[in-house]
């Protein structure tokens, strides 16, 4: 496969307009809603917490099933290639580093000197000229497809980092293509969104893996591609099924690129159907995803035993899973089933899976609710209160039970401002990264506060009022904050001055 790097504008549709590319050129298409990484940031982050929080509320669903350990929840990570050609190609490696999860989308990798590093949760590689920190989290294709003209379509995920761009040299985008075939002309580049249009900006260079692209400013980036025929894609087939109905025996298989926003969205698109109100939930069977699938190329599902699975067909191409759907398969037998991934045309199998019956056997649990965190129920009552409350029960208990048992005095206001006073610009970090804060929390405190200092105070405050009773004091702050490179020196020797006069 003989791969070229494009050029601004490189396509017919951009020839004149340097690549820009603007929602309103778009027949039939809504502007989407994108952010740089200056004032464009609100509304997708916005939407990203939203998702986030959904995920949370699902993975608390799930931890309360019985399902059995052949039935996991599915990861938005990449997933290793089967592709033995691609495994020959020589890829350079660079460092494996393990970022740290600030919120359920949204990574934090912590890099200590001038270097090059490969995150092992998504992929990317950074090139960084000294030591730095660096948030980015996986976004959908489908709130940026429209910004792709021509023959240009997307390669891999895209993303979205926050880092001094003056210390980020460069970043190498995972793409999903194999390029084993030496016949087929590709042109590597990627989709740069900011001030809501689209850019098409060229590519540095590009191994087996990864498109590099020379870092100019950050906002949402991904990779695309040209192709000269169509390309053969690293793929993943992911199974689901339906749960809530004993002896029922329904599927969704989806076919996707082996690329983080495409299982984003396949984990959106289930998640949209778990709410709907027909009672049907489905859950991830864990199953060999990976596979070779071919653009422009249909695939037919197959069964044993015959079950009914519709469409018959499905057309493998590189758009949106939206766009895409899946294959519905219900048996009216019983497990074991095998299901096996076929050419339409030369009838090759690519994947092949076994549903047993262990991977059919769960319980939901249904569950109230559960208070958003931060929130204290009307009618809860205190540990304090049960003690000073009489009442009939309590009448036989000696004060001195509930005086002997008082917990240890908790931070004060006025400890609580020396420690706001002394925090800078990274309150924020420090609140989501050690505190235990969403991005959503600090947005409602900036909505009714808008003195930073009372905001940094009201964020401490409001973390004295989350902690267990006895366990909101200057040493629970000083051990949650210590040791960590984004909290200031002041903060701390403020907490340690506290601790000595305590």
Known sequence: MVAHMAHYGETTQLDDRNGDVSPSDLKDQPAESSHSSSDNTSAEESSEEEEAHEEEEEEEGDSDSNARSSVEKPSDEQLQPCCEKCRALKNPKYELVSPRKMSKERLLLKLDAEGVYECSDTGLVFEVSQRVNI??????????STYLTGSWKFAGPIFDVECDPSILKSVQFPHSLCLADKDNEVKFSVLHVKNSRGQIEPSADHSGSHVKWTVSSLSPVGPIVQTSKSAEHHGVVQVYKEVGHENSFSFRVYLAGNNCSDIKDIRKAVRQANKRKNNKKYICVDKPPTCMLEENRKYRLISEPMGHITPEDMLFTPVIVEVKGYFEVFFEE???????????????????????????????????????????????????????????????IDESDCAGTAPAPGLTDQQLMQVAKRMGKEWKIVAICYL????????????????????????????????PKGNAGIQELHKSLKDNDDVPNEVIAVLDEMLQKH
Request: a positive charge; glycine letters at 4%; charged letters at 35%.
């Open 334 to 396: 019983s497990p074991p089933f095998k299901l096996s991934l076929t050419d339409a045309d030369s009838g090759q199998t690519v994947w092949t899976a076994t549903i047993r019956e262990g991977d059919c056997v769960h319980q939901l649990d249904e569950k109230p609710p559960k208070p958003m965190k931060g929130m204290k129920r009307a009618n809860s009552t205190s540990e304090e209160e049960l003690c000073n409350k009489p009442n009939k029960k309590a009448r036989g």
């Open 135 to 144: 948030t980015y989290c996986v976004l959908s294709w489908s709130k940026f």
């Open 436 to 467: 235990g804060f969403r991005k959503q929390d600090l947005e409602e405190m900036e909505a009714a506060e808008e003195d930073v200092t009372m905001l940094k105070f009201t964020m401490l405050e409001r973390w004295r009022r989350r902690q």
